[in-house]
């Protein structure tokens, strides 16, 4: 069965600090992975994209990682903001049947 | 440019009852895709259209119905409303198919309550 999986799946840390999303997913064969931020009742906005060849993309203080041996990724935030606040999504593409499968999300909360 | 935009972005109904929720995509973007976010959870895929044609279709029971236009706005149909049909319905937009590696645009979404 096609599945992503995130963890944790809430996180809370101080403002300033790093911290790491993890991501694993069973999808196969997949086109890419995305990483979205989804602000409180917003929709999704985009981070990063990778394809399976890819195994690193960075989007200012976001740096995505694929390990497609693995099937694992992750998401590093640096010097986190107020404003990292949200969930964040891992998103699978799954090849040749235009479907994404989501992830149930990281909750991340960012305190001064 | 505009994003992809929604409509309505709020709106209640009660059981038993129809509901129809729009979605236009971006300028130049030919596929939409429907998705279902119920409270705490990640979104749910519901169909995927593509130059008007259905490209894929989650596992969503046939109550939800969907069409794309020839403008490739899109339209997203809900029959014999359930209490669990409670969720944000999401849209997106994206040049070319999903497969492509093409950002997805997600428009802001629109909330339904069934009561």
């Known amino acids: 069965k096609n599945q992503v999986e995130q963890s944790p799946q809430s996180l809370i840390i101080l403002e300033g600090k790093n911290c790491t999303l993890q991501?694993?997913?069973?999808?196969?064969?997949?086109?890419?992975l995305r990483w979205y931020k989804q602000d409180t009742g917003r929709g999704p906005v985009s981070l990063t994209i990778?394809?399976?060849?890819?195994n690193t993309k960075s989007n200012g203080r976001y740096t995505a990682t694929l390990d497609a041996d693995t099937k694992q990724s992750s998401l590093h935030i640096t010097a986190s903001q107020l404003s990292d606040s949200a969930s964040y999504i891992c998103?699978?593409?799954?090849?040749?049947?235009?479907?994404?499968?989501f992830g149930t999300g990281t909750r991340l909360q960012v305190f001064p | 440019d505009a994003g992809v935009t929604q409509s309505p972005t709020h709106l209640i109904k009660t059981r038993g009852q129809h509901v129809t929720l729009r979605c236009s995509p971006i300028s130049g973007h030919k596929s939409v895709s429907w998705y279902q976010q119920v409270l705490g959870q990640g979104p749910q895929f519901i169909f995927q259209y593509y130059e008007k044609e259905e490209r894929g279709r989650g596992n969503f029971p046939d109550r939800f119905s969907a069409r794309q236009f020839p403008n490739y706005s899109s339209e997203l149909n809900v029959n014999a409303l359930l209490l669990g049909d409670s969720a944000l319905y999401l849209c997106?937009?994206?040049?070319?198919?999903?497969?492509?590696?093409?950002?997805?645009?997600f428009g802001e979404g629109s909330w339904l309550t069934v009561v």
């Open positions: 997106a937009s994206i040049l070319g198919s999903l497969g492509s590696g093409n950002t997805i645009y």
């Open positions: 998103v699978v593409t799954v090849t040749n049947t235009d479907k994404l499968i």
């Open positions: 991501c694993n997913y069973t999808v196969s064969p997949f086109s890419n």
């Open positions: 990778m394809t399976f060849s890819e």
